[in-house]
């Protein structure tokens, strides 16, 4: 205990709460920690960073406390990285190490995430399992739609969602029986987990249990129990924190001091005396400006046990909300309200502010943010885009502020809102205030309250515009219904939120009328100006925003008064009726159809993940979860996007707490030019900085907090030079990469005399950010002499061994790199990951001692490049019935600043540049635009997307100008058996015709049109469409060299192996399907196979696992090793024919037979050299992957809002090896190739810095962007004759085929636009976004505010 000299209150300053169960007692914590940093640093590593912003929901636990008013326990998922430590007091925190682990046994919610395959890189999973198990502690009857919107606040980039949300289902009490087989067991299409002995042949045909139809593959389905969590055997709110004494709380640290008072006087007092601390209550904005902004605030207060700010008391005319209520207490308390069971008129009429709050709360953050955030920290942060704060603008509310005056007497000051935002971010609070509370009125009887919001994605996302409207009727005369008040508040509009006071004023005590709206249109424009250039951008669609709003609150209160008047003025016609249902989201459902062949088990054997019982324990490691003591660096970055550089002054930073020293371009002892092919990058920026971010030195320090602080303070100066930041001023000023590829092919002058229609074009698609959950990291760890132990989170072990080999003067045989798992790479990792290891390596070698660099997001994001965007530039000829004759196409990608490995992915687009059709006469000729931006790199599909939506949208071009439906276009054109691609190779074993017959009937494709156009007919404002979509990849690497692999597998004699093979795993199953090789190969069952990590000293000179042939590359050389030790066992085997294997291993090693083998394998017959003249050499790919995928999607015409209605996905993977890992991929492609052509847009300012950093601001799909339905089938009998046990790899291939939502968008903009009778073509880049669908749908709301008025 001490003494606080602020008053005479004794304070406690230990810090008590209860860690999974164990108590835990800290003397002054440090008030700058978070709960994720505490927690991380005591080695439990199983919550993870993913962006540190709550964004991402992978550091997700539970907290629990005791209720003071009703003594209720309440559980809450909460994001660790930004839940203060110091808020723990008296509470019970459980990370995913509180629940179940590998060897005591896995907890049900673990279990079924595992079994349902729904962990891939693992690196959410912990997150999202405690998110699902708070959300059950506290909601054990939850039914589906519960569960299925309870998962807001956390992504995944691997699985596309929908087996987690399967497996999260099974708790659901509503799981109906259908869904259950005789146990009452749910069927998740689990069949064999890895420790099953699973060598059954039985082929009597039965009902498959994934896909619910016959078939003989005899699986047995896991039995996955449908049942709610039993709460009886789950661990107690411990009883020593049920009789807490709340006390006084203060914490001393280096540099802040945090008080938790208990009451109102305390609170007072201190802020009396200390105007400047913060109070802090969920830490969602405090922390955010603290991380990003290094802001150190001196004191804190905690205002959480003061009841005055914590509790809702009903009043009078209102309620009055406490500041420090959390959103989800308010919530929950308003729908308590709302509840109409049983509800007077009276209470009815009273609730239509609580309907507005609760319905703009839904799309307020994520429900971890929502469960710690206030009401008081949003009003008091008074940001120009909140949600809450047009709704109490709207509301009328009356904020409470108080203080303390001289002689301690509490003073409260009633503020009314509208006078409380007075500036950007500043507001009516004096220093020595606090707001107390929040007085939200009842609604009276002809009183309207609604709100709106539009942003990027629905869901965990700030808005563009927000607004609440409220106006009060008086009845009139002739039941006409005459404005009484009004309020219109605007979020997104202003640096603050703001009211139209012209409008109001033109409506108050005017006559409801629909003649009216072009007048109030008017004023709303005078009202809500917004300049070009104004922070924000998308200036005229959020001016179109705000009167389209309007329109949607005027329909839904005329529809109301016309229920109360039967006024016909106020009717709404059929096609209008639609703007007025508020948004609901069905619960989503999907089938997963494939085949297996018991023959064949463990191949084509739906076998579980390799390391999911690890990963949904928290157990597997990542690099940052590795316990070796180290050092951090962290990078000291340019700020210019290309500048010359003039001095470097890192004295202060050398100076600050922590810091070992600093190095730059000078301290590399070996080659400071590096880069995986060709060496035009630099691991410091030595003389000029070259893109904004460009990395110049390195801050080494005792910890991570410690490096990324003081690197802020080394002060650079620069002189700029003139930059080029955007892929259109590279064309411009034809600054390219001085090479240029070119493919021709027949006659391309003939081909367009042959063709009855020329269509010319241009198409740009954007790029794309890997977001992989798991940010690049590596630990460096010196050895003896020279030696080096790479730990790193890469996609390339050799190449980051031989570089940083290179960067260090040392030879290669004294590198080692190693690692167990990525959380994800995505390509981003095939190159890019490389940089930051150098910069560990360079400090490693100077320090001698471990040291490890983990960037944080925003740096991975500003760093580490993108998928390239591409412009083209397209001329096409075509017959009069949709023949295509000729192509002509010059292709642009942006590679930023260096070559890295675009050459690659250039040709990757170059061959894919007619996707499956063929094409008689093509000319194709592609550059590399260098820009001042990260060099972008590899990613999924490696340009092969970018080429073929390229593709795509001029098939619908030809389709519009011949009046021929797209997908007659689209069939006439495949290639047929054989046919020779531009690039002269034939096209075997093609699959096009029957996967294409197979979606279509699947997906009842042409009958939905008719009804897709049934639907757009009767709505003006919703409008659907409907696209089909093939795909054809080549497969292979296009660069020779990279077509090989090896592996190692040592046989012991307990009969277990251990393989060892040249690829990464990054979650797409790699070493799950290894093992079912090596299983198969051996005879044995998959759990006596193991593969513990890659490493450059097991197998060396490997190749990147990219390019979705790591399974046909090593999966060949584990296949060669195990047949060379299968060979040597072989005289054994026939002198003891009935041996076990086990048995056959210990006679070898007696006789003396060598049980290890090395395995190689080197793809036949590929590589291709392109020439001058546009007729290279070779074959680029061994085989070609077929698969098509057809979306429907409905659009909301007023603010660009969309949803997927239904995804039918098919893809042809040959004998799948493992068909549940091969859906898993499908629909983790399918959804990122939905985010790169729908939300995902990348966003650089004109400087070059880079806006689009964070989960924030970069939008990939989340959990309920999902489709509605999902249905995913792999092509039935189509063995791979050039891959291993007939398979075909999986990857890349349906990542193209997320693009079917662009294309069904574009079909719905269609429509749209035939309202307003405009027939013809439009440009639609890619990403199809909010606001480019919006304002593709040209009507009055848009002419009003573009130039484009008809
Ligand atoms: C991932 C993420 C998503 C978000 N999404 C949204 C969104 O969709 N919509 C939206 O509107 N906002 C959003 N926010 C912003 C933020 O969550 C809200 O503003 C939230 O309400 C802040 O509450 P808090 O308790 O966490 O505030 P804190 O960070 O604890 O405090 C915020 C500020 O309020 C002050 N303050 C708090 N209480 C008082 C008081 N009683 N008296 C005086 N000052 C006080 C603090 O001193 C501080 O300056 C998001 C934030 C994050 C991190
Ligand atoms: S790490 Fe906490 S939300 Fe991303
Ligand atoms: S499994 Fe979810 S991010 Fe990888």
Request: glycine share 8%; hydrophobic share 35%; aromatic share 8%.
């Given at each position: ?640 996007a ?49 893109f ?31 930059a080029i930041v955007t892929i259109e001023d590279a064309i411009a000023k034809k600054s390219f990469f ?24 241009e198409f740009k698609c954007g790029a794309q ?96 490049g993108t998928r390239h965007p591409f412009i083209a530039k ?16 010059e292709l642009y990608a942006d590679a930023g600043y260096?070559?890295?490995?675009s050459?690659?992915v250039l040709?990757?687009a ?16 592609g550059r590399l635009c260098k820009t001042n931006l990260p060099s972008n ?6 340009g092969?997307?970018q080429?073929?939506?390229i ?290 847009e990348v966003v650089t300012?004109p400087?070059g ?76 880049p890619s ?24």
């Amino acid at each position: 205990m001490i003494v606080n000299e602020t008053n005479t209150i004794k304070k406690n300053n230990e810090l008590t709460f209860f860690l999974n169960g164990e108590k835990k007692v800290i003397k002054d914590p440090n008030p700058e920690l978070t709960t994720l940093q505490y927690i991380r640093s005591i080695g439990l590593t199983g919550s993870k960073l993913g962006c540190g912003e709550g964004g991402c929901g992978a550091c997700t636990v539970m907290i629990s406390h005791r209720n003071d008013s009703d003594g209720r326990i309440v559980h809450r998922a909460v994001n660790s990285c930004l839940y203060p430590l110091c808020q723990l007091d008296g509470m019970a925190l459980v990370t995913i190490e509180g629940l179940g682990n590998v060897r005591d046994g896995l907890h049900p919610v673990q279990e079924r995430i595992a079994e349902g395959y729904g962990s891939q890189c693992g690196f959410c999973t912990p997150g999202i399992i405690m998110a699902l198990y708070a959300y059950l502690r506290s909601n054990p009857n939850a039914n589906q739609k519960e569960i299925e919107h309870n998962f807001d606040g956390n992504l995944c980039r691997c699985t596309g969602y929908r087996p987690i949300l399967d497996a999260a289902k099974s708790f659901a009490i509503d799981k109906t029986t259908d869904e259950q087989d005789e146990d009452g067991d749910v069927k998740i299409p689990t069949i064999a987990k890895i420790e099953d002995d699973d060598t059954k042949t039985d082929s009597e045909p039965g009902i498959c249990p994934s896909s619910g139809k016959p078939c003989n593959c005899k699986q047995k389905t896991s039995h996955i129990p449908s049942k709610p969590l039993e709460l009886k055997s789950e661990p107690i709110f411990p009883p020593f924190l049920m009789d807490y004494k709340k006390e006084s709380l203060v914490f001393q640290g280096d540099r802040v001091t945090w008080h938790t008072p208990t009451s109102l006087n305390e609170i007072l007092t201190i802020k009396k005396t200390h105007s400047n601390a913060k109070i802090v209550v969920g830490n969602t904005e405090i922390g955010i400006e603290t991380k990003f902004r290094n802001v150190v605030y001196p004191t804190i207060i905690s205002p959480v046990r003061v009841p005055e700010l914590n509790s809702i008391q009903k009043q009078q005319d209102g309620i009055l909300v406490g500041s420090s209520v959390t959103l989800t207490e308010l919530k929950s308390f308003l729908l308590g309200e709302i509840k109409s069971d049983g509800a007077s008129d009276d209470q009815k009429t009273k609730v239509g502010t609580f309907k507005a709050i609760v319905s703009q709360l839904k799309w307020f953050a994520g429900n971890q943010i929502r469960n710690a955030a206030s009401i008081g920290g949003n009003l008091v942060t008074a940001s120009p885009i909140s949600d809450l704060n047009p709704v109490l603008l709207a509301a009328g509310a009356i904020l409470t502020m108080v203080s303390q005056d001289e002689s301690g007497t509490i003073v409260e000051r009633k503020v009314p809102i509208g006078s409380f935002f007075l500036k950007y971010r500043i507001v009516d609070i004096k220093p020595e205030e606090i707001l107390q509370s929040v007085f939200i009125p009842y609604t009276r009887p002809l009183e309207f309250v609604q709100a709106y919001k539009q942003s990027r994605r629905r869901e965990d996302d700030i808005a563009i515009v927000s607004c609440c409207f409220r106006i009060l009727f008086e009845n009139f005369e002739n039941n006409q219904f005459k404005v009484r008040e009004c309020v219109l508040a605007y979020g997104g509009m202003n640096v603050k939120a703001v009211t139209c006071q012209n409008t109001e004023q033109f409506l108050i005590g005017s006559i409801w009328d629909r003649n009216q709206l072009d007048e109030i249109y008017k004023k709303l424009e005078v009202d809500l100006p917004l300049a070009q250039g104004a922070p924000g951008g998308m200036i005229e669609y959020r001016r179109s925003l705000t009167t389209s709003f309007f329109f949607k609150y005027f329909l839904t209160v005329s529809k109301q008064l016309y229920e109360i008047s039967k006024n016909p003025s106020y009717s709404l016609s059929d096609k209008e009726l639609s703007v007025t249902a508020p948004y609901s989201r069905p619960l989503s459902k999907g089938q997963q159809e494939y085949q297996t062949q018991p023959e064949k088990h463990p191949i084509t054997q739906p076998v579980i993940h390799q390391s999911a019982d690890k990963q949904v324990t928290g157990e597997a490691l990542y690099v940052d979860d590795i316990k070796i003591k180290s050092l951090y660096t962290c990078f000291v970055q340019s700020t210019k996007a290309h500048a010359k550089i003039l001095s470097i002054d890192a004295s202060r930073a050398l100076k600050a707490p922590g810091v070992k020293a600093f190095y730059s371009a000078k301290d590399v002892p070996g080659e400071n030019n590096c880069g995986p092919v060709i060496k035009d990058d630099e691991v410091f920026a030595s003389d000029i900085a070259i893109f904004h971010g460009a990395p110049i030195g390195c801050i080494v320090a005792e910890t991570h907090q410690q490096a990324l602080e003081a690197s802020k303070m080394v002060q650079i100066e620069y002189e700029e030079l003139p930059a080029i930041v955007t892929i259109e001023d590279a064309i411009a000023k034809k600054s390219f990469f001085p090479f240029t590829h070119v493919i021709k092919d027949g006659d391309i002058v003939k081909g367009f005399e042959e063709s009855d229609h020329i269509i010319e074009g241009e198409f740009k698609c954007g790029a794309q950010e890997h977001f992989y959950l798991e940010p690049n990291g590596s630990l460096v760890v010196p050895g003896e002499g020279k030696e080096m132990t790479i730990y790193a989170s890469t996609q390339n072990p050799t190449k980051t061994q031989g570089i940083v080999a290179s960067v260090l003067g040392v030879p290669q045989n004294q590198v080692v790199c190693k690692l167990k798992r990525l959380g994800g790479g995505f390509g981003g990792k095939e190159t890019r990951s490389i940089f930051s290891t150098c910069v560990a390596a360079v400090a490693a070698y100077h320090q001698r001692e471990p040291v490890r660099i983990i960037l944080d997001r925003d740096t991975d994001m500003a760093t580490t490049g993108t998928r390239h965007p591409f412009i083209a530039k397209y001329k096409v000829g075509v017959t009069k019935d949709g023949l295509i004759k000729a192509l002509d196409l010059e292709l642009y990608a942006d590679a930023g600043y260096s070559y890295d490995i675009s050459v690659g992915v250039l040709d990757r687009a170059i061959f894919h540049s007619e996707n499956a059709y063929k094409i008689p006469n093509v000319n194709v000729v592609g550059r590399l635009c260098k820009t001042n931006l990260p060099s972008n790199t590899a990613f999924r599909g490696y340009g092969g997307p970018q080429a073929m939506i390229i593709v795509e949208n001029w098939v619908e071009k030809i389709s519009k100008v011949l009046n021929i439906e797209s997908h007659i276009i689209r069939a006439k054109n495949f290639y047929k058996e054989g046919e020779l691609t531009h690039y002269l190779q034939a096209v075997e074993n093609n699959q096009m015709q029957r996967v294409w017959d197979t979606i279509l009937e699947k997906s009842n494709y042409l009958e939905r049109i008719n009804k897709v156009n049934d639907f757009n007919e009767k709505n003006r404002w919703k409008k659907r469409g409907i696209a089909v979509i093939p795909t054809k990849f080549g497969m292979s690497f296009t660069v020779k060299t990279l077509n090989q692999a090896g592996a190692l597998v040592h046989c012991y004699t307990d009969g277990t192996v251990l393989v060892t093979h040249g690829g990464t795993e990054m979650g797409q199953g790699l070493n799950t399907k290894m093992i079912q090789i090596a299983a198969r190969a051996f005879g044995i069952p998959v759990k006596d196979v193991f593969i513990s990590e890659t490493s450059t000293d097991k197998v060396a000179n490997t190749t990147p696992t990219a390019a979705s042939v790591s399974s046909d590359l090593n999966g060949m050389a584990v296949l060669d090793a195990c047949q060379n030790i299968l060979k040597r066992l072989e005289p054994l085997k026939e002198k003891n024919p009935n041996m076990t294997f086990k048995q056959l291993c210990i006679e070898a090693f007696v006789q003396r037979v060598n049980l290890s083998s090395n395995g190689f394998y080197a793809t036949p017959n590929v590589g291709y050299v392109f020439k001058d003249g546009g007729v290279g050499e070779g074959t680029p790919f061994n085989y070609f992957n077929f698969g098509a995928a057809c979306s429907e999607v409905e659009i909301d015409v007023l603010t660009g809002d969309h949803t997927v209605l239904r995804s039918d996905v098919i893809l042809d993977v040959g004998d799948s090896l493992n068909p549940t890992i091969d859906i898993g991929q499908v629909e983790g492609a399918f959804v990122q190739g939905m985010g790169w052509s729908c939300t995902e847009e990348v966003v650089t300012f004109p400087t070059g810095y880079l806006f689009t950093r964070g989960p924030s601001t970069y939008k990939i799909p989340g959990f309920n962007d999902v489709p509605l339905e999902f249905n995913v089938s792999l092509l039935n009998d189509a063995p791979n004759p050039k891959a291993i046990h007939s398979s075909k790899g999986v990857g890349e291939p349906p990542l193209f085929l997320g693009s079917s939502v662009y294309f069904a968008i574009r079909q719905a903009i269609t429509a749209a636009r035939k309202e307003t009778n405009l027939n013809d073509w439009f440009d639609l880049p890619s990403p199809a976004t909010c606001e480019r669908i919006r304002t593709s749908c040209l009507d009055s709301f848009i002419y009003q505010f573009t130039n484009n008025k008809n």
